[in-house]
């Protein structure tokens, strides 16, 4: 038989339905998993008595023929989502017992469809990081690592694509900045959608970089990605980069074809040097896309190179702002060290904020400083807006543009946290899309030469999740990846 | 443009990050490869080219102009480090 | 044409230049970017939201009418108003500054130049240009002196929506400066923008001065803030020029920096904690798009603009007749001029603004009332005047009834009943009175009939003096002359 935690999002859901199991049943044995982990460090904090006391109060509802859509569906949450009255840190020390009184939009949402809260999962301080390993609560371990060769599950939101490939939750929220959820879904073995720029709210989620955050889900399997995302999109007055705009049938789009759909190929992300076995992979998508009836067709986006340098001077410039709050004086840590006022900045900061957040908030400073904001800051806005062009002119020829979702497949940790750059490197797929705010899926598509999963990446149109659902399906259906 | 190390002090003053002189070679390098890295940008040809605002084409939404708000001194103060008859406090600030 | 004050130093004439920066909070019932309210005097802490507060994950969200107060301010300075503009964060550590950052508006404010005409006495008036309006965040109040090693930090304010309205230096004097100072307040207080108030901080301003040689470039200006009322603005205007010419006379140079004035010492400081680094490092707020103003609302705006001051003072002059010096009085505050109109309708305008002005304001004056506060409202007062004018009670009595209904209250005629002090008009009741003084005092009427016309003043005077002042001195000098006609 089949256990429980097994089934994802829409099995699990089915399940619940049909009264083959209860939610209680469901959120005891993904909360023996979690009490019993000590292997993967994938949750940093739960509270099984709320979970349980929910999922009662959604079996009652199906008792009573009222249910919600996700009734009784166990959500794991990156550690950057608000819960009210949980502890939410965003895995750094300067926020380790911040108590919000307030419940993020999202997932405000997804509890209001019936889901239920199931621990927070871990992930690099302040969402800066593809490894998870510069979590407050230490490093997260990639499930696919064999014995003795701990891999890391990439990053930031590497807990989530860790407990979601573990079995340990069927469905786990994630952020993504420049790749967060993409690249850890594809050193998972997962699914992971990085939604349009403004189709999910970002009120309540802890800032990173504002102009690029984005939550969405990590999955097992495409349609519950577009189940769990069509809950948590929408409307929301409370922010104003949130788009008013009406919210498409997610999970019907799944099951459209894809003949004559036209598949961008960008020239630019053959690098020099991609491995063969992520080369493999790729054509081996094309190959199945065209099977599929889709027209397969190369296009250009000439500033991809510059995707990165210029995402590592936006994403710095507004984190170094968005976190100056942290300040020891409304809430979070505060030295015990301290003099005098500017001890209790300085000192403060200097004790709260781990070596990679310190790095991003000294550069974004910097590029923004008197004498410097225009050759970088500036400079990299105008680059910018030349990517989101390329991506204009690429989407007149084509309907989505399939990439590999990252360079290589899970490295070991410690591996590449030597050097900040090379750090950076993991990115070079993800961001040119969190750049230009366009919709980006990561699909299991095959193993690299160590017999990890890789992922490809499918970017739509901006507000065209449907058109990647759509293609995402087939690539899932033709990949026929199986989880561990 | 390289980042020495008077650089560095100034922008982690701004910053409010203090840095043991101990890291200040390490972390001068670190920074100055980063920044090395991201003059590639320097290739690109941005004459004429508006600087990105906003990554959606909308323009900001207004909200009416009622109290909805407030009243929450309890909750606002409950996560502070230190507190003393609803205030927040800090060490005496000398103006 | 007035010249501005010079100044006489040591070596020669110096000339000063000033430019001020008006920080007005904007009428509004709710935040800038969050739904806590504005209200003055509230406990620490209490129109706080979890936006003000810099909670983590909040969002900012504008308030639309903080932007129509701003365009219409942005109209009454005879500005352009901006299509586009956009909200920036200035990067600074301070514990009022939750966020870190504040929210303001730095290569694309909402409003551009502009100018405003300011009044300098006997006529005689300066156009002024304004560099731009823009809307920002205030800051939280710390509080220095509940406790011997910490500051105490109250988030109330913090979000207040203000605007920042910056001239150009185009001021020479600080009476230009005043006298710019009070326009502004009068305008913002005119289109409702703004109360003005600059005891509860509503209104405060900074200046920046520099001096220099006749014709010659400017100098290195020194800004001297947070100064929260005209007249301490315009002492700390002198104050600092001086103290700039004395430095540059002794050899020295005067270095540009932030200074704070301290009223009961007058005189400027060095404000040493703000001095080092300054580095806002400001760029495009991520999180707000930027504000779009269609053509359609700023014209609805101009269209909606009140009368302002100058054009009410000119319509007072034409409409009703009124000096300039009595239409300038009226209009400076607009609740003054509504009143005056209040009153004056269906009476003798000139009378009303004279009476108004030399006994409705001097009691006011001497209370220290506003005129909202004032214990006698307009209909009363013009009661008061109807009984005037239909001679009810004299010019002399009727100042006797205002003081009364002044401090006891009360309307002018029960007043006039009950104290008795109804004229008397009444030919035949004031001719037997006054045959009666004459027929008592042949003596007197003999000299008067003999040349000493003088004397018609003590008849007068008699008969006021018989009737307890309440005889219509009109109506007795008329029988008088009759009478001692002979």
């Known amino acids: 038989m089949t256990k429980i935690t097994d089934l994802g999002v829409i099995e699990t859901l089915e399940g619940l339905k049909s009264k083959e199991f209860s939610s209680e049943e469901v959120v005891s044995e993904y909360l023996k998993l979690i009490q019993s982990d000590s292997k993967l460090n994938a949750y940093i904090h739960f509270n099984g008595e709320k979970s349980l006391l929910e999922a009662k109060k959604s079996d009652q509802r199906r008792a009573n023929n009222n249910s919600l859509p996700l009734d009784g569906l166990p959500i794991a949450v990156k550690d950057i989502f608000c819960v009210a009255g949980e502890k939410t840190s965003a895995c750094s020390k300067i926020l380790e017992n911040f108590i919000p009184d307030y419940e993020?939009?999202?997932?405000?949402?997804?509890?209001?469809?019936?889901?239920?809260?199931?621990?927070?999962?871990?992930?690099?301080?302040?969402?800066?990081?593809?490894?998870?390993?510069?979590?407050?609560?230490?490093?997260?371990?990639?499930?696919?690592?064999?014995d003795g060769d701990a891999l890391v599950p990439g990053g930031s939101s590497g807990g989530s694509a860790s407990a979601v490939a573990a079995k340990m939750a069927p469905i786990a929220l994630g952020t993504d900045t420049g790749g967060s959820i993409r690249q850890p879904a594809s050193f998972c073995g997962a699914v992971g959608i990085k939604p349009t720029y403004g189709r999910c709210s970002r009120w309540g989620i802890i800032a990173f970089a504002s102009s690029l955050d984005q939550?969405?889900?990590?999955?097992?399997?495409?349609?519950?990605?577009?189940?769990?995302?069509?809950?948590?999109?929408?409307?929301?007055?409370?922010?104003?980069?949130?788009?008013?705009?009406?919210?498409?049938?997610?999970?019907?789009?799944?099951?459209?074809?894809?003949?004559?759909?036209?598949?961008?190929?960008?020239?630019?992300?053959?690098?020099?040097?991609?491995?063969?076995?992520?080369?493999?992979?790729?054509?081996?998508?094309?190959?199945?896309?065209?099977?599929?009836?889709?027209?397969?067709?190369?296009?250009?986006?000439?500033?991809?190179?510059?995707?990165?340098p210029t995402y590592y001077i936006v994403a710095p410039a507004e984190a170094s702002a968005n976190l100056a709050r942290y300040d020891g004086v409304k809430y979070g840590y505060r030295s015990e060290n301290i003099k005098d006022l500017e001890d209790m900045y300085s000192q403060t900061r200097a004790e709260g904020f781990g070596a990679e957040v310190k790095r991003r908030i000294l550069i974004g400073t910097y590029v923004l400083s008197a004498?410097?904001?225009?050759?970088?800051?500036?400079?990299?806005?105008?680059?910018?807006?030349?990517?989101?062009?390329?991506?204009?002119?690429?989407?007149?020829?084509?309907d989505?543009?399939?990439?590999?979702?990252?360079?290589?497949?899970?490295?070991?940790?410690?591996?590449?946290?030597?050097?900040?750059?090379?750090?950076?490197?993991?990115?070079?797929?993800?961001?040119?899309?969190s750049l230009a705010g366009l919709p980006a899926i990561s699909i299991p598509s095959g193993l690299d030469a160590k017999g990890c999963p890789l992922g490809l990446q499918l970017i739509g149109k901006g507000f065209d999740e449907e058109t990647i659902f759509s293609i995402g399906s087939i690539l899932e259906e033709s990949a026929n990846f199986k989880n561990i | 443009m390289s980042l020495d190390k008077s650089t560095l002090k100034r922008v982690a003053y701004l910053a409010r990050i203090k840095i043991d002189n101990s890291e200040i070679d390490k972390m001068t390098e670190e920074?100055?490869?980063?920044?090395?890295?991201?003059?590639?940008?320097?290739?690109?040809?941005?004459?004429?080219?508006?600087?990105m605002t906003g990554v959606s084409s909308m323009t900001l939404r207004e909200r009416e102009d009622k109290v909805t708000d407030g009243g929450l001194e309890d909750k606002i103060l409950s996560n502070a480090p230190e507190k003393i008859d609803g205030s927040f406090t800090v060490p005496k600030v000398i103006e | 044409m007035r010249e501005p004050i010079k100044l006489k130093g040591e070596t020669g004439t110096w000339e000063m230049v000033i430019g001020l920066e008006i920080h007005a909070q904007v009428k509004c019932k709710s935040k800038l970017f969050s739904g806590s309210a504005t209200d003055f005097g509230a406990s620490p802490n209490s129109q706080v939201s979890y936006v003000d507060a810099a909670m983590p994950g909040m969002l900012p969200v504008i308030n639309s009418e903080a932007v129509n107060q701003a365009i219409k301010t942005g109209h009454a300075l005879n500005a352009k108003i901006n299509n586009v503009s956009i909200f920036d964060r200035k990067n600074y550590f301070y514990p009022d500054l939750p966020q870190g950052y504040q929210i303001s508006q730095f290569k694309?404010?909402?409003?551009?130049?502009?100018?405003?005409?300011?009044?300098?006495?006997?006529?005689?008036?300066?156009?002024?240009?304004?560099?731009?309006?823009?809307?920002?965040?205030?800051?939280?109040?710390?509080?220095?002196?509940?406790?011997?090693?910490?500051?105490?930090?109250?988030?109330?304010?913090?979000?207040?929506?203000?605007?920042?309205?910056?001239?150009?230096?185009?001021?020479?004097?600080?009476?230009?400066?005043?006298?710019?100072?009070?326009?502004?307040?009068?305008?913002?207080?005119?289109?409702?923008?703004?109360?003005?108030?600059?005891?509860?901080?509503?209104?405060?301003?900074?200046?920046?001065?520099?001096?220099?040689?006749?014709?010659?470039?400017?100098?290195?200006?020194?800004?001297?803030?947070?100064?929260?009322?005209?007249?301490?603005?315009?002492?700390?205007?002198?104050?600092?020029a001086y103290r700039q010419i004395e430095i540059i006379e002794g050899g020295g140079k005067v270095l540009q920096q932030t200074r704070l004035y301290d009223p009961n010492k007058n005189e400027t400081r060095s404000m040493r904690s703000k001095e080092e680094a300054h580095d806002y490092r400001y760029f495009p707020d991520p999180d707000l798009l930027p504000l779009h103003i269609s053509a359609e609302r700023i014209e609805k705006f101009k269209q909606e603009l009140p009368e302002l001051s100058d054009q009410k003072r000119e319509r007072f002059q034409s409409e009703y007749g009124l000096s300039f010096y009595d239409a300038d009085v009226l209009t400076a505050d607009k609740k003054h001029a509504d009143f005056f109109e209040v009153v004056s309708k269906n009476r003798d305008a000139k009378f009303v603004a004279n009476w108004i002005i030399t006994n409705f304001f001097a009691m006011?004056?001497?209370?220290?009332?506003?005129?909202?506060?004032?214990?006698?409202?307009?209909?009363?007062?013009?009661?008061?005047?109807?009984?005037?004018?239909?001679?009810?009670?004299?010019?002399?009595?009727?100042?006797?009834?205002?003081?009364?209904?002044?401090?006891?209250?009360?309307?002018?005629?029960?007043?006039?009943?009950?104290?008795?002090?109804?004229?008397?008009?009444?030919?035949?009741?004031?001719?037997?009175?006054?045959?009666?003084?004459?027929?008592?005092?042949?003596?007197?009427?003999?000299?008067?009939?003999?040349?000493?016309?003088?004397?018609?003043?003590?008849?007068?005077?008699q008969a006021m003096k018989n009737t307890g002042g309440t005889a219509n001195p009109k109506v007795v000098n008329e029988i008088l002359l009759k009478l001692l006609k002979g």
């Not at chain 1, 992300?269 to 009836?293: C, F, H, M, P, T």
């Not at chain 3, 920042?164 to 020479?172: G, H, N």
């Not at chain 3, 009741?429 to 003596?443: A, F, G, P, R, Y």
């Open chain 3, 108 to 240: 694309s404010p909402i409003v551009g130049e502009g100018w405003v005409i300011v009044d300098l006495g006997k006529g005689e008036t300066k156009k002024i240009g304004i560099e731009r309006l823009h809307l920002e965040q205030d800051a939280g109040k710390l509080m220095h002196d509940q406790h011997p090693k910490l500051s105490l930090v109250d988030l109330n304010r913090s979000g207040i929506p203000l605007m920042e309205i910056v001239s150009m230096p185009d001021m020479r004097d600080w009476e230009e400066a005043g006298a710019y100072l009070r326009k502004l307040r009068s305008i913002v207080r005119y289109i409702g923008s703004c109360d003005g108030n600059m005891d509860e901080g509503s209104l405060r301003c900074d200046a920046n001065i520099s001096v220099r040689r006749p014709g010659e470039e400017f100098g290195t200006r020194c800004e001297l803030k947070n100064i929260n009322s005209v007249k301490y603005m315009m002492k700390a205007v002198e104050y600092e």
């Open chain 1, 104 to 146: 993020s939009t999202v997932t405000s949402k997804l509890w209001q469809a019936g889901g239920i809260y199931i621990g927070k999962t871990s992930m690099d301080e302040f969402a800066m990081g593809s490894s998870n390993e510069t979590s407050y609560f230490g490093e997260v371990i990639n499930p696919w690592s064999s």
């Open chain 3, 364 to 461: 006011l004056n001497e209370v220290e009332k506003s005129i909202e506060n004032s214990p006698v409202k307009a209909d009363q007062l013009g009661e008061l005047f109807d009984l005037i004018q239909d001679g009810t009670v004299s010019g002399r009595t009727a100042k006797e009834v205002f003081e009364e209904m002044f401090t006891n209250g009360g309307s002018a005629l029960e007043i006039v009943k009950s104290k008795g002090l109804k004229q008397i008009s009444n030919t035949d009741e004031l001719e037997d009175m006054v045959k009666k003084i004459i027929d008592d005092n042949q003596e007197q009427v003999n000299k008067y009939r003999s040349g000493n016309e003088k004397l018609f003043g003590w008849f007068v005077g």
């Open chain 1, 371 to 398: 004498g410097y904001y225009d050759a970088y800051y500036l400079r990299a806005q105008k680059v910018r807006t030349k990517i989101v062009e390329d991506f204009t002119m690429a989407f007149n020829k084509c």
């Open chain 1, 215 to 308: 939550a969405g889900p990590i999955t097992r399997s495409v349609k519950d990605s577009a189940v769990i995302l069509q809950n948590m999109a929408g409307f929301d007055t409370m922010d104003s980069t949130s788009a008013d705009i009406k919210v498409p049938d997610f999970i019907n789009s799944c099951s459209k074809p894809i003949k004559g759909m036209k598949i961008g190929i960008p020239e630019e992300y053959r690098l020099d040097g991609l491995a063969n076995d992520v080369q493999n992979v790729w054509e081996s998508g094309i190959k199945w896309l065209k099977e599929a009836g889709a027209e397969i067709i190369d296009v250009t986006l000439p500033h991809t190179k510059y995707a990165l």
């Open chain 2, 31 to 51: 920074l100055n490869n980063i920044m090395k890295w991201v003059e590639k940008l320097n290739e690109v040809d941005i004459e004429d080219v508006q600087p």
């Open chain 1, 400 to 433: 989505a543009i399939l990439t590999p979702t990252t360079p290589t497949g899970a490295f070991k940790i410690g591996e590449k946290n030597i050097d900040p750059v090379t750090m950076y490197m993991n990115d070079v797929f993800t961001v040119p899309a």
